[in-house]
Nanobody, 127 residues
């Protein structure tokens, strides 16, 4: 059974930084692409960032490029999202997700590309 547990969320002022972590178990972590999504109140869940199973490919939604960095530590079965220069519009529940299949050549940017999800961690950015 795959388990993904996010941590690191919280309340931060605009311009500040947070580092989210997602600890994975129940899968061969190093074989799966991983993604971060977010959902703000009243809005649909949206793609934020993704990293390939090998870690060489990273992808970001335009609104976070240059501010957020996704990375992974396969030895610790953990994926990270470093968030800098945070803005009030980044306020949302952030979810990590594991790809549907191992060794995928496609790094997904939609919810359909991911089969396992964490419970989410709240990020609130005050103005």
């Amino acid at each position: 059974q795959v388990q993904l547990v996010e941590s690191g969320g919280g309340l931060v002022q605009a311009g500040g930084s947070l580092r989210l972590s997602c600890a994975a178990s129940g899968l061969t972590f190093s074989s799966y692409g991983m993604g971060w999504f977010r959902q703000a109140p009243g809005k649909e869940r949206e793609f934020v960032a993704a990293i390939s199973w090998g870690g060489r490919g990273t992808y970001y939604t335009d609104s976070v490029k240059g501010r957020f960095t996704i990375s992974r530590d396969n030895a610790k079965n953990t994926v990270f999202l470093q968030m800098n220069s945070l803005k009030p519009e980044d306020t949302a529940v952030y979810y990590c997700a594991a790809g549907n299949s191992p060794y995928s050549v496609v790094v997904g940017k939609t919810s359909r590309d991911y089969g396992s999800w964490g419970q989410g961690t709240q990020v609130t950015v005050s103005s």
